[in-house]
């Protein structure tokens, strides 16, 4: 299984951009799928997440401004991020637990994108 991450850059502070990830491989189902960043000095933390269903979760900073959601078919997890603030500068990494062909659940992580929001 393999997460493939796409769509960072840089952007003046106030601008957007959107995020996305596929999945590929041979899988059984994806549980859930999250976007995840790291700034430099700082700990991995938790954006925004989105399981099977629909439901949605976000970090309080990015609540309002952030917008995850998915395409089941096409195993897919776009994150569109507006209203960008230099402190959304950092490392998104896309983040996924699935359910693998022999019945397991395992967590998966795409190789990481550079958001550098300009102020």
């Known amino acids: 299984v393999q997460l493939q991450a796409s769509g960072g850059g840089l952007v003046q502070a106030g601008g957007s951009l959107r995020l996305s990830c596929a999945a590929s491989?041979?899988?059984?189902?994806?549980?859930?799928m999250a976007w995840y960043r790291q700034a430099p000095g700082n700990q991995r933390e938790l954006v925004a997440s989105?399981?099977?269903?629909?439901?949605?979760n976000y970090a309080d900073s990015v609540k309002g401004r952030f917008a995850i959601s998915r395409d089941t078919a096409k195993n897919t997890v776009n994150l569109q991020m507006n209203s960008l603030k230099p402190e959304d500068t950092a490392v998104y990494y896309c983040?996924?637990?699935?359910?693998?062909?022999?019945?397991?659940?395992?967590?998966?992580w795409g190789q990481g994108t550079q958001v550098t929001v300009s102020s």
């Open positions: 983040n996924s637990n699935i359910r693998t062909a022999d019945g397991w659940n395992r967590e998966y």
């Open positions: 491989g041979s899988f059984f189902s994806i549980n859930v």
């Open positions: 989105i399981t099977r269903g629909g439901t949605t």
